[in-house]
């Protein structure tokens, strides 16, 4: 059986990630916007690379299937990555990059790929296409 997987609106999506930019310290003080942020992004880049070979993982709000190749469906799946609810915000949001937070030890990642950059930044989106700049 599939469960639907419930979708946040655009406009609270992005709310929540103007507020990650101005004012972050607010957002990790509230778990529940926190939550909505991380969320929304995990949600955006499943828009933006669909399939099912790599899981991204920011605990403990969410994981997403992503990126076309071999589907995974059952027990650990063979590419990871994983990462804290705000390095996953920075990259998503353009204020950090994936490659020196990987080679910095902040993403965990393992599999074939896993090498996310090319679908970051995922947010601002772009009004004519709705797609990431």
Do not use: C, N, Y
């Amino acid at each position: 059986m599939r469960v639907a997987i419930r979708s946040i609106p655009q406009a609270d999506g992005e709310r929540s990630l103007t507020r990650w930019i101005s004012d972050r310290d607010a957002v990790l003080t509230h778990p529940e916007e926190l939550a909505l942020a991380v969320r929304f992004g995990l949600q955006l880049l499943r828009e933006k690379a669909p399939g099912k070979s790599v899981e991204v993982r920011v605990p403990p709000f969410g994981a997403v299937q992503v990126v076309e190749g071999p589907q995974h469906t059952r027990g650990t799946p063979p590419a990871v990555v994983e990462m804290s609810p705000e390095v996953w915000l920075d990259l998503i949001t353009g204020i950090g990059d994936f490659s020196s937070s990987l080679t910095g030890g902040k993403i965990l990642a393992s599999g074939l790929r896993t090498d996310l950059q090319g679908f970051l930044p995922l947010w601002p989106l772009s009004s004519s296409r709705g797609e990431a700049q």
